[in-house]
């Protein structure tokens, strides 16, 4: 069975630090390429992060560039998005995706106090 679950998230202050946790489960992470995108209320989802299935090629769209790391672990299956620096803007709900098989995780919300 195809799944996304996500974890980590949860209340961090303005320049702090959090890593976003994808487990997938039904194939692998490190042959499919896999994305990260947020939400917030009454707006559509944003690309923030992108990584190729071969792992050569990320991509970081957005006001988020410079500040996030996407990671895969093979041995776990999971892939991982490293967020720094962050701002009261990148409060949203944040979800991991696999556009080759179209499924979504269940999301995570971030938020970031000033």
């Known amino acids: 069975q195809l799944q996304l679950v996500q974890s980590g ?6 320049g702090g630090s959090l890593t976003l946790s994808c487990a997938a489960s039904g194939f692998s992470v490190t042959t499919y390429p896999m994305s990260w995108y947020r939400q917030t209320p009454g707006k559509e989802r944003e ?7 071969s792992g050569d090629r990320t991509n ?6 410079g500040r996030l790391t996407i990671s895969r672990d093979g041995a776990k299956n999971t892939v991982y998005l490293q967020m720094a620096s962050l701002k009261p803007e990148d409060t949203a709900v944040y979800y991991c ?6 499924c979504w995780g269940q999301g995570t919300q971030v938020t970031v106090s000033s």
Not at 9 to 14: H, N, R, S
Not at 47 to 53: D, E, Q, R, T, Y
Not at 60 to 65: D, L, N, R, T, V
């Open 47 to 53: 690309l923030v992060a992108f990584i190729s299935g």
């Open 97 to 102: 995706y696999t556009p080759t098989f179209g």
């Open 9 to 14: 998230g949860g209340l961090v202050q303005f």
């Open 60 to 65: 970081f769209p957005g006001s988020m560039k």
